[in-house]
Each structure stands twice: as structure tokens, then as C-alpha cells.
């Protein structure tokens, strides 16, 4: 589904006349359908891999070649912003702590648009929408309310339904258990496992991987820089 | 699947002033947009990029770095001093519409572009009724049935949230918010499958800024429509393009998906842009 191929990734700051080195040469492999987990210490490059591939970041060198629906095998390092756009929309999906949106769009219209997206019809979005913000225990009574005033947890969890109910054929995942109770982490864990049961392809930074045990299938150490096979 | 743009843009140079020695020529650097010896201003340097259907293609540049020369350029408020431009929907995109005669121009101007101003001044007759700025833009598409022309100008301003028994009254008496959002009803009435914006929230109070950004998203949405979006908000550009552009002293300096560009930007110009804001 994913292979990523001697990714380097530096970041060159030019006020500071400096270049820093986050990815050296990255390699692993995602089959369709299973679940890939990055660990590693803050700073040694987690989050820039699945920036890279969502190309938030863009990378030097190396290869991030996904098996697209609509492109074929397609190197993501390399493909158009139009195609990187399109995949935004259709496949790909991204959930990280924060939350982007425009101030008028109340919650329920937020994940209803990221459906309308895709070309479902607006009732069949507004069904889902509904469903999706009941599961992650949004309430009600914040459905058409500005996410600008949610709180760190409530975001996360806007983030998660309106990435989720896309049921995107990758979905990039940065910690998006880290600021929440047991309770909406085990919600958050119900949805992926409903989703790998869809087929989707999952890579996910967790500082607690074992959260996802049982569901987890491949483990990168950012140290080793290896990717080991769960048991 | 190769996509074709709506809108291809290739080379577009402006330049007020005729140049000297100095400044002419392939290989001359000027270190600004105007020329030390004769002070001619080159507003615009060989820009090229494309817009596609139904996106909103960002714009982003400190003052004077020439976004409003290009706005008015493509919308033939200026003429320009050398370039290409191809229109989809105009002649199949075989033609320059920068070549074209005035009349023919116009004809581009009515039918596939709207144009919203950075001065509300420029893009409405502040003496007219907020009905009839909008109607003069349908008589000059061609629209002759004067029951169709109200009831289209009060669908737009409706649509637009002006309370339909202001739409007698001239946007002299309205608040900045209102005056651009009736110069998007105007732009709006000939369905153009192009809309530029130049700056226009700039001015408003945040939470009147909120009310236009959500129209210029939801009019994106609803009609498919290609837009231009010219901002120094940084905020404005990342919530409303998927693209953008970075210029600086007339040129692109930078160019790519919006949070790349923000998040990631290579230039060191668009590093500083990005950094002083945050
Ligand atoms: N009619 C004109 N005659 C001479 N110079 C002009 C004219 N119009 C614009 N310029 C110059 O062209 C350059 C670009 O101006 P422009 O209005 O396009 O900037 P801008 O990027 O829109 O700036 P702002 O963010 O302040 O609106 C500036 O140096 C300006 O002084
Ligand atoms: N946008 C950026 N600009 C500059 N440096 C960055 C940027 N993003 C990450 N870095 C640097 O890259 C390294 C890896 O960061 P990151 O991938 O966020 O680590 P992790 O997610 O593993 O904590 C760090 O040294 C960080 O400071
Ligand atoms: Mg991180
Ligand atoms: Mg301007
Ligand atoms: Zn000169």
C-alpha cells in the first residue's frame, strides 16, 4: 500500500544560516490493510515522517510510493499540489492535535463538508455526520457550535470523526490519543479497529503503543530506524 | 488524468515606466521592483501559474510586491506589458486574451470574470442603489429583462445577507463588511467561473471578517466556482486556498499546497513571512 524508500528530510533555516537534519534516510513498508506504529523519543523525527507523506513537509530525497485508486502507484514526494489535493480529499486522511477551520462552520457542517467532499449526497452526509460526532461522544448541544471554542480533547476528537467518517484509504494518525481520558481513548481505538476492518491502511505515532495492542500489526523504532514485525 | 486549468497564466510582466540601459535586458538584477537609474517600476515580473476549476489559488506578498497589479491585470484594469493568458472557456484556451481588442475584453470581463476590490470604491458606484451596481453588471453581460435583473440582484443580495429592504438604498451608507459583500453579489450576478479577490477582508472587524470568509467558502462550495484570493492575512489564505503563491517585489517566489508553504517554506523571504507571525 505504502513504501517509503531512503526518505531524507532536513530543515534549512535561513536567518539562522543552519540546516537541521530530521530524517536520514527512512525505509518501511505498509501492506494494504494493516497497521504500522512509530515510536521513538520527542524530536527524532515521528511526526516529519507522516508530514512527509501527507506532504505538509516536503522531503529532499527518497521515495514515499502509494498505491493510489485514482493515480496507480504514484511517488508522493514527487506528485502535483493538484494531485496531492486530490488525494487530500479522496484517500488520504490526517489527524493531528490541531484543528484548522474556518469560524462560521459549526461542528456538525464540519464533518458533513468532508462527505459533501467525496459527492455524497447532503442527507446521507448529515446522517453519518450525526452518527460520527454521537460516537466520539461530542455533545449535542455542540453540534452547531464554533470548534474555534472546544477544548484541546473535544478538537482532537472533531478532528478524529471528520478524518474517520471519509473511511480514507491511508489514514496518517499524529498522537491522537495524547490529550484525552480512557474512555474517548477507547473510542478512538472502536474507530480504528472499525476501520482496519474496512480495509483502511493505518500509520500512527501513539506514546503509548500499548493502547493499540492486539491491533497493531508493524512497529518502527525511530532509534534503530527498523521496523519489526508484532507477534 | 491530466488535468487542464481553467485559467494558465504565462510570463505576465507590468511594468510602469519605459526602462533604461540599466534596467533592460535578459540577465539585469534589480535588487527591488523599480529601477535605480530611471526608476521605472517592474509591479510585475514574468508570473506564470495555473488556476483550476473550482479551487481557490492563494495569494500572499508584503505591500507593493505587485498582487494588486496582477489582480488588475487579469481582470484588464491594466494593460499589461507583456504576457500570456488563457482562458478555458474562451476560445478553447487557444487565444491570448492579453491580444485581444477592447470589446473583446469586455466580453471576457462579462461573462467569465468577477472582480471584488481591495477599495470598495473601485468596484461600486457608491451613488447607485446596491440593485442597481449589481443590474449594471448584468446589462453589461447582456441581461435586457428588467424583471429578471431585480429578481436576480434580490436573489444575490439575499444570498449575501444584506436585508432585502436595504437594496434600494446606496452602499455609501453601509459598513465596510456590507460594501464587500455587495461587490460579491455584483461580481456574482454574470455566474462567472472565475473570481478574484483582492484583500477583501482587509479593514473589517474580526467577526466580520469571519461573515465574508465563510460566503467567499460556502459560494466556492455551491457554484464550483475558481477563485483568486489575494491576502497579507496569512490566516485568511490558510483557511480559504488549497494553493498558494508567494510573491515578493513582483515576482513568485514560492509556490506549493498552502500548509507546505506555511509550515515548510523553503524561500528564506517566505521563512521570515511565516516566522514574524507566529
Ligand atoms: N499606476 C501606477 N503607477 C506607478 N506605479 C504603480 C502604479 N500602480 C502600482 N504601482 C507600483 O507597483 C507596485 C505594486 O503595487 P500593487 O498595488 O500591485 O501592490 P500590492 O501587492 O497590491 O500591495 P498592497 O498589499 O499594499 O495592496 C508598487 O511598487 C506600486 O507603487
Ligand atoms: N516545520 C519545521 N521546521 C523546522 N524544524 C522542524 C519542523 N518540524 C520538525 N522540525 C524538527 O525536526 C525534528 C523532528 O521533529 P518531529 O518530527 O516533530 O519529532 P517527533 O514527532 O518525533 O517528536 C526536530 O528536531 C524538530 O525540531
Ligand atoms: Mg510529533
Ligand atoms: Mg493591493
Ligand atoms: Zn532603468
Known amino acids: ?231 | 488524468m491530466k488535468e487542464q486549468p481553467i485559467l494558465q497564466i504565462q510570463k505576465l510582466s507590468k511594468q510602469y515606466g519605459k526602462g533604461c540601459i540599466h534596467c533592460q535586458g535578459e540577465h539585469v538584477q534589480l535588487e527591488k521592483n523599480f529601477c535605480p537609474v530611471c526608476k521605472t517600476v517592474y509591479a510585475c515580473r514574468d508570473i506564470s501559474f495555473e488556476l483550476y476549476r473550482g479551487e481557490i489559488l492563494g495569494i500572499v506578498g508584503e505591500s507593493g510586491s505587485g498582487k494588486s497589479t496582477l489582480m488588475k491585470s487579469l481582470y484588464f484594469d491594466e494593460q499589461i506589458t507583456s504576457g500570456i493568458g488563457l482562458l478555458e472557456d474562451y476560445e478553447n484556451g487557444t487565444a491570448n486574451i492579453f491580444e485581444q481588442s477592447r470589446q473583446q475584453q469586455r466580453l471576457i470581463r462579462n461573462t467569465i470574470l468577477g472582480m471584488v476590490y481591495q477599495n470598495p470604491m473601485l468596484g461600486l458606484n457608491m451613488d447607485f442603489s446596491s440593485m442597481s451596481n449589481i443590474a449594471e453588471k448584468q446589462i453589461a453581460a447582456g441581461n435586457r429583462h428588467v424583471r429578471n435583473m431585480e429578481k436576480r440582484s434580490l436573489e444575490l443580495l439575499d444570498h449575501v445577507n444584506i436585508p432585502l429592504f436595504r437594496s434600494k438604498e446606496a452602499p455609501r451608507n453601509f459598513s465596510g463588511g456590507m460594501q464587500q459583500r455587495v461587490q460579491i453579489a455584483k461580481a456574482l450576478s454574470n455566474n462567472p467561473p472565475v473570481l478574484l479577490l483582492d484583500e477583501v477582508t482587509t479593514g473589517l472587524d474580526l467577526s466580520v471578517q469571519a461573515d465574508v470568509l465563510d460566503l467567499i467558502k460556502s459560494i466556492q462550495r455551491e457554484l464550483n466556482i475558481s477563485m483568486i484570493v489575494v491576502s497579507h492575512d496569512l490566516a485568511v489564505i490558510r483557511m480559504l486556498a488549497d494553493r498558494t503563491i508567494v510573491m515578493l517585489n513582483g515576482q513568485i517566489i514560492e509556490h506549493g499546497l498552502t500548509d507546505q508553504v506555511l509550515e515548510d517554506p523553503q524561500h528564506a523571504y517566505t521563512q521570515q513571512l511565516v516566522y514574524s507571525l507566529l
Open chain 1, 1 to 231: 500500500m505504502i513504501t517509503v524508500e531512503n526518505l531524507r528530510k532536513s530543515f534549512t533555516i535561513h536567518h539562522l544560516n543552519k540546516a537541521l537534519p530530521a530524517l536520514q534516510g527512512v525505509s518501511l513498508h505498509v501492506p494494504e490493510g494493516s497497521f504500522l506504529g512509530i515510536v521513538g523519543k520527542s524530536g527524532s523525527g515521528k511526526s516529519t515522517i507522516l508530514k512527509s507523506i501527507y506532504r505538509t513537509y516536503e522531503p529532499q530525497d527518497g521515495k514515499i510510493l502509494f498505491q493510489s485508486e485514482a493515480f496507480g502507484t504514484i511517488d508522493l514526494v514527487q506528485a502535483t499540489a493538484r494531485e496531492i489535493v486530490y488525494l487530500r480529499k479522496h484517500e488520504i486522511g490526517y489527524v493531528s492535535q490541531f484543528l484548522n477551520v474556518m469560524p462560521r462552520t459549526t461542528a456538525l457542517e464540519l464533518v458533513e463538508q468532508s462527505l459533501l467532499d467525496l459527492g455524497v449526497s447532503k442527507e446521507e452526509a448529515t446522517t453519518k455526520a450525526q452518527q460520527a460526532l454521537r460516537h466520539f461522544d461530542i455533545d449535542e448541544s455542540l453540534w452547531n457550535s464554533y470548534p474555534n471554542m472546544f477544548s484541546g480533547g473535544e478538537k482532537l476528537r472533531l478532528n478524529i470523526a471528520c478524518a474517520v467518517v471519509k473511511e480514507p484509504r491511508l489514514l496518517l494518525l499524529d498522537e491522537p490519543t495524547a490529550s484525552l481520558d480512557h474512555s474517548s481513548k477507547l473510542k478512538v481505538r472502536e474507530a480504528i479497529e472499525k476501520l482496519k476492518a474496512n480495509g483502511t491502511t493505518l500509520i500512527g505515532i501513539f506514546h503509548d503503543l500499548e493502547f493499540m495492542e492486539g491491533l497493531c500489526d508493524n512497529v518502527f523504532h525511530m532509534a534503530k530506524m527498523q521496523q519489526k514485525e508484532l507477534v
